[in-house]
């Protein structure tokens, strides 16, 4: 079974301009989660999907932070306009269903803001 | 407020040695509890969870893990640790139903393993 994808692996930017990260969950699985996880730190839940609609986006920085899952598959996750701040490795994570099923994480983009 | 407490950054063992990895909890709830690995650039794997019955839980590669609800803790074990051990374990909690499943993770513990 393939795992979870995201692309791009790395990326850099300057600060103040925009980014996009995509993420491919393992096919049937419904929960959908966008982590930061900041250097030194444990990962950061910053938006969980249910199929297409949000279950929980209170730690997501409105502000610049955005995200959508269209159809209830992928999902994209957007910063405009990126702070050095925002420097970190953001993970995708998909599972069956919450409540305690395990949740499988992709590999993660690592960004890099200058 | 929910928390996960890893006391220990870092840690150096020995090859073949014993290996116990600290995580304390804060949890209003009934919580299901997991150890994740992460290896550098990779994202994490899920090592064991623990959610009723059993306290002591099995997991893989030779891992397992004791709750204890009376100290709000989770470590985890190993009897003999393998050079491919070297790498981040985060502990984590996350609500037992409802509809959100976020996960709450501790800081991590970066294991070295010395030849």
């Known amino acids: 079974e393939a795992g979870v994808a995201q692309s791009p692996r790395y990326k850099i930017i300057e600060k103040r301009q925009s980014v996009a990260f995509w993420c491919n969950p393992i096919?049937?699985?419904?929960?959908l989660y966008w982590y930061q996880q900041i250097l030194g730190q444990g990962p950061k839940l910053l938006i969980q999907?249910?199929?297409?609609?949000?279950?929980?986006d209170s730690q997501l920085p409105k502000d610049r932070f955005s995200a959508e899952r269209l159809k209830g598959v992928d999902s994209t996750l957007k910063i405009q306009p990126a702070k050095l701040e925002d420097s970190a490795v953001y993970l995708c994570?998909?599972?069956f269903g919450t409540g305690g099923y395990e949740q499988y994480f992709g590999p993660g983009t690592r960004l890099t803001v200058t | 407020a929910q928390s996960v407490t890893q006391p220990d950054i870092h840690i150096t063992v020995s090859e073949g040695a014993s290996l116990e990895l600290r995580c304390n909890y804060s949890?209003?709830?009934?919580?299901?509890l997991f150890w994740y690995v992460q290896s550098p650039g990779q994202g994490l794997q899920l090592l064991l969870k623990?959610?009723?019955?059993?306290?002591l839980v099995q997991g893989i590669k030779g891992f397992e893990a004791e709750f204890k609800r009376s100290q709000s803790s989770f470590n985890l074990r190993k009897p003999s640790v393998h050079w491919s051990d070297a790498a981040e374990y985060f502990c984590?909690?996350?609500?037992?139903?409802?509809?959100?499943?976020?996960?709450?993770f501790g800081k991590g513990t970066k294991l070295s393993v010395k030849p």
């Open positions: 984590a909690v996350g609500p037992y139903g409802g509809s959100q499943g976020n996960l709450i």
């Open positions: 623990y959610f009723s019955g059993d306290t």
């Open positions: 096919s049937g699985h419904a929960t």
């Open positions: 949890y209003g709830a009934t919580p299901y």
């Open positions: 999907f249910q199929n297409n609609g949000v279950v929980d």
């Open positions: 994570a998909s599972s």
